[in-house]
């Protein structure tokens, strides 16, 4: 059968479509990249703002056009919003077939098995419904319910041609879910508690994917410094570690650090799990993590980043705003000066540090002066680049519920283009910091130097739009030597783009790293030239 399948949202999404890809591909299912060529549509949703929703919807409504016009086709809507529609969707959009949460991928299989036996008749509904919050929901324990998931991210074979990632670069997934509850966020309730997978089943998918030939990993987790396993506390009967629910944030009180450590209780924290991997991977180039949570980012983690030379310098850490009594409205457990203290700590362990960020503008409340809070942190720290979004109200979460959304639009889309522009002046000065410095670049895609990309052409420079890399985009310069152009990202994820004589020179250096000396630098990238003499070695 032919699947097509299509991602919308996070890097998560991404991961959670690559391994779907793999399970079906494993059983036989063959993939298409057009949704006219599938007899099954899968589309693996994310439900963080209202416009990933409605492109989402659209693509629905599309494909129940085909529905009706007689074609046969398996509809199957996946990830967070399944899971925040529920039953809901099927009611509303008697198209859609399958629905299956993101902690329920394993499951899809035997779903897609379910609709096919069916011969006039759709399966009863619990046939076709995987969802946390569901009464079909497996009665299992929360452990075995875990071990599918864990089953489907340790059974993934890696496949560049359709990483998402790209070449020769992953993405392994070290916690599930999220416990924080900042109000305007779905992912709690979509993705459920944090779950913290087994550090041995890390460090063995990581081998194995090194062993396929990736030389980068990026480690993934809604607050990936959270990640805490405790060994001996889930077991299976045969004395398997399993998946395990994330302690809380008592456990990154020092006191009660201590309390633990005097029991005896033996656990691997994330500075623990990235120096695992640096000293059991060697064939890991480059380890990467996202998204970091300001708070609780212990030293020793900003210590393995500093003298481990194969994790990357590189912090992805949203503030969200620059306002404290935002931050507050926002519950995300930390003030201006409380961030401002990680950022200076974390730059002054890692020097070579580069950081990013997310913000929201917007935000139920939100003054001018608050908003004026936020481009004083933008002014003051050097964030490399910043995600910047509107504040989109999402039904089910606390501000939702609580805090009336009275920030007219046009005011969100003045301040989202005013932040734009001020992370624009900043990124090109972070950027020209670097001028002159060689640095190893992981070559990732090529782009034809002489096109003018929209984005330019819309000024939409020095940050990106809804979350999305400029990588793809970017404008092509006027010291463009060449036609084509080889881009790459340094171990700090600075965008470099090279200047090559063909196509075929810049597809050469794809999947590899080398070494290049950054000779321009503007507010989406820097430019850089290739190190002739030195252009075969592999560094960080
Ligand atoms: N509205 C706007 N942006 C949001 N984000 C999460 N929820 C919302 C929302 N309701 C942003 C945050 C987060 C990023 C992944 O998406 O900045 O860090
Ligand atoms: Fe959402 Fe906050 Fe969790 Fe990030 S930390 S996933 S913003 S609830």
Redesign the pocket.
């Known amino acids: 059968m032919r699947v097509y399948l299509e991602t919308f949202g996070c890097q998560m999404n991404e991961l959670d479509s690559e391994l779907v890809r793999s399970n079906l591909h494993s059983l036989g299912y063959s993939f298409v990249d057009r949704p006219e060529e599938a007899s099954v549509i899968l589309f693996n949703t994310c439900s963080v703002r209202e416009q990933a929703e409605q492109k989402a919807w659209s693509r629905i409504g599309i494909i129940g056009q085909r529905k009706k016009a007689g074609e046969k086709l398996i509809l199957g809507v996946l990830g967070c919003m399944a899971e925040r529609d529920g039953l809901d969707m099927l009611r509303r959009h008697p198209q859609v077939d399958i629905l299956c949460g993101p902690g329920e991928l394993d499951r899809l299989p035997h779903l897609l098995a379910n609709m096919r036996s069916a011969t006039d008749e759709r399966p009863a509904r619990t046939e076709r419904v995987a969802l946390a919050g569901n009464s079909s929901r497996r009665t299992a324990t929360l452990e075995a319910a875990q071990d599918g998931l864990e089953a489907l991210d340790l059974s993934r074979s890696f496949d560049p041609a359709h990483s998402l990632a790209g070449t020769a670069s992953a993405y392994v997934r070290i916690t599930r879910g ?1 416990n ?3 109000t305007y ?1 779905v ?2 309730h979509t993705r459920g508690a944090e779950v913290h997978r087994p550090p041995d089943h890390i460090v063995d998918e990581c081998k194995r994917l090194a062993d396929q030939g990736v030389i980068e990993v990026t480690l993934l987790g ?2 990936v410094n959270h990640y805490r396993y405790t060994h001996g506390r889930a077991l299976t009967v045969d004395g398997r570690e399993l998946p395990q629910v994330g302690p809380g944030l008592a456990a990154f009180r020092p006191q009660d650090a201590r309390v633990r450590a005097a029991s005896g209780e033996r656990t691997t924290t994330f500075a623990d799990l990235l120096f695992r991997l640096h000293e059991e991977v060697p064939a890991l180039r480059r380890i990467r993590f996202v998204t970091s ?1 300001p708070r609780d980012f212990s030293d020793e983690a900003l210590q393995v980043m500093a003298q481990c030379d194969r994790v990357c310098p590189y912090l992805h850490a949203p503030a969200q705003s620059g306002s404290d009594r935002i931050l507050k409205l926002m519950n995300r457990g930390y003030t201006v000066s409380e961030y401002l203290e990680f950022v200076d700590r974390a730059f002054q362990i890692v020097p070579d540090l580069c950081l990013a960020g997310d913000f929201i503008v917007g935000f139920p409340t939100e003054t001018d002066e608050d908003f004026e809070a936020t481009c004083d942190l933008v002014r003051r720290v050097p964030f490399k680049n910043n995600f910047i979004f509107k504040y989109s109200p999402r039904p089910g979460t606390v501000a939702y519920d609580r805090i009336p959304d009275d920030v007219p639009d046009e005011v969100k889309r003045w301040r989202n283009n005013r932040l734009l522009a001020l992370q624009s002046e900043r990124s090109a000065l972070v950027h020209a910091e670097w001028l002159g410095r060689t640095l190893p670049v992981f070559f990732q895609g090529t782009r034809s130097a002489r096109r003018a990309p929209a984005a330019a052409a819309a000024g939409l420079v020095g940050a990106t739009i809804e979350g999305r890399d400029p990588a793809p985009s970017f404008p092509a310069g006027p010291d463009s030597v060449g036609s084509w152009q080889a881009i790459g990202r340094t171990a700090g994820d600075l965008i470099v783009a090279v200047s090559m004589n063909s196509s075929a020179d810049a597809r050469a250096l794809v999947g590899s790293i080398h070494t290049a000396t950054m000779v321009g630098a503007e507010a989406l990238l820097l430019r850089g030239r290739l190190d002739e003499q030195n252009s075969s070695v592999i560094g960080l």
Do not use: A, L, R, S
């Open positions: 999220c924080k509850f900042c966020c992912v709690p809604q607050t949570y």
